[in-house]
């Protein structure tokens, strides 16, 4: 596939998000996309031959990445500031583009469904947890601990989370 990423930005995400709630909190929303990220690039971007083997399936067809990632290490865990800023300002933004959003335009192909039944369910699980149940979860991965070790508001590197999510999945 000649896509980079899935979605050609995060604002992409967050709109089809948007279609499945009206309302997220800021916190489920930062956790949910960091940890859709993250996951994503295990499940799908990883290019391991004989992990695919094992689960019985290729994504060749599919972007190593789920969207153009720029997480920071805040307090609460990883945050992609763009974001922040915008749904300070109300969700309104976020739920005008959810109304614009062509959920044909994204999931075509099986594999793309298989990214979309991806979304739906991992999401559905942020959804259902606590916020601070997820800052405690996001706490636990060594791209924000290392991160934030440097300095509120530092940029975490993402082939340290691709790294990180690979060897928990291929565990």
Known sequence: ??????????????????????????????????????????????????????????????????????????????????????YRQGEDYYRNLAQNFKKGSYFKSESEKQVQAFIDKLFNTVLKSSDFGLVDRSHEDQAWKKTFAKGKASLIDTQSIIEEYETKFTR
Do not use: C, R
């Not at 996309?33 to 689960?55: C, R, S, V, W």
């Not at 599919?62 to 865990?77: C, Q």
């Open 1 to 86: 596939m000649s896509k980079d990423y899935f979605f050609s930005n995060v604002e992409e995400l967050i709109a089809y998000l948007y279609t499945k709630k009206e309302t997220i909190s800021p916190l489920k929303l930062q956790k949910g996309l960091y940890f859709l990220y993250a996951y994503y690039t295990a499940m799908f971007g990883f290019k391991d031959n004989d992990i695919q083997e094992m689960i019985e399936q290729t994504y060749d067809d599919l972007p190593a990445e789920l969207f153009p990632a720029a997480f920071e290490a805040w307090y609460y865990g990883p945050v992609i500031s763009q974001v922040h800023t915008k």
